[in-house]
C-alpha cells in the first residue's frame, strides 16, 4: 500500500490563521499531521482525503500576517490561499458559529481588495457573503462594531485577512477569506481580551491571573468567550471542509 508523500512540499491548499484553536478541529479531520517551526511561524501540513494542505499559524495583526503568509508560499506554493479564523460580527442579527466568506477586504486607511467570489448567501442558514474590514487591535466594544459597520458597509472584522490577500495578489494566488464569527453585538468582549492574548497567539497566563484578581466577574465572561470561540471553530472546520474539496476538485 503507498503512504502519501508526506514530506513533498508543494501543497494544494494553503491556510493562514492567527491562533492555534482556529483551526485545530479543522486539522482534527486530516491525517498525517505534521508540525515544524518556520522562523517564528508554526506550520502544519497533513492531508484531506487526498488533498494536502499546509496551514501556517501566524499570531495577531497584520505584519505578522503578511510575512507569514509569504513564507507559506515560498514553502509550498499552494495555488489556493485562505485567510480563515474568529471574526467579530458587526450585524446585529449575526451569531456565533456563523460563517462570512469575503467578496471584498478593506482596511481603515482606504485599502481594499476586491474577490471575486460566487457562493450563495443563506443567512437563516449562518453563511453571509460580503466585505470584511481589517483593523489595527481587535474591536471590543458592540459600539465601535456598530459604527464600523455604518461607516464601511461590511459584515464582519478581523486584523489579518487583508494582509493574507495582498501576498496572494502579488504573488498571483487565488485568495478566499473565510470567517466565523466568535463574537456577535450581543454583549462587549471582556476588556481583559487585549492583555491576555499575546503577539504570537498564546494565551500569557500571567495575564490571565492578574485579570481574574483586578476583576473576578471576568472569569465568567472569559470562559464564555472560550466556550463561543470553540463552537465558532468546530462550525468553521465543517465549512473548510466542503470548500478545500470544492477548489482541489474544481483545479483537477
Known amino acids: ?83 480563515v479564523g ?34 450563495p448567501e443563506d443567512p437563516e442558514q449562518g453563511l453571509y457573503v460580503g466585505r470584511i474590514i481589517n483593523t489595527d487591535q481587535i474591536v471590543r466594544t458592540v459600539e465601535e462594531k456598530l459604527q464600523l459597520a455604518e461607516k464601511y458597509d461590511a459584515l464582519a472584522v478581523d486584523l489579518e485577512s487583508l494582509a493574507v490577500a495582498q501576498v496572494c495578489a502579488a504573488e498571483k494566488k487565488g485568495f478566499m477569506a473565510i470567517r466565523v464569527i466568535s463574537d456577535d453585538c450581543s454583549a462587549d468582549l471582556p476588556p481583559e481580551v487585549m492583555s491576555i492574548l499575546g503577539e504570537t497567539g498564546a494565551v500569557r497566563a500571567g495575564a490571565a491571573l492578574g485579570a481574574v484578581f483586578k476583576r473576578p466577574e471576568s472569569i465568567k465572561e472569559m470562559w464564555k468567550m472560550r466556550g463561543d470561540a470553540s463552537r465558532a471553530a468546530t462550525r468553521l472546520a465543517g465549512f473548510l471542509d466542503g470548500v478545500v474539496v470544492q477548489l482541489y476538485e474544481a483545479r483537477h
Not at 103 to 108: E, P, Q
Open 1 to 83: 500500500m503507498n503512504q502519501p508523500e508526506i514530506d513533498k512540499a508543494h501543497a494544494d491548499i494553503g491556510l493562514v490563521c492567527a491562533l492555534p484553536m482556529e483551526i485545530q478541529p479543522f486539522l482534527d479531520r486530516c491525517e498525517h499531521v505534521k508540525k515544524y517551526t518556520g522562523g517564528s511561524y508554526v506550520f502544519r501540513g497533513g492531508f484531506l482525503d487526498r488533498i494536502k494542505v499546509a496551514v501556517v499559524q501566524t499570531g495577531v495583526g497584520f505584519a505578522r500576517a503578511r510575512a507569514a503568509t509569504q513564507a507559506l508560499v515560498d514553502a509550498h506554493s499552494p495555488p489556493w490561499v485562505l485567510s
Open 86 to 119: 474568529f471574526s467579530g460580527a458587526l450585524q446585529t442579527g449575526m451569531k456565533v458559529g456563523d460563517i462570512v466568506v469575503a467578496t471584498s477586504v478593506a482596511d481603515l486607511h482606504g485599502q481594499e481588495l476586491k474577490n471575486d467570489v460566487h457562493f
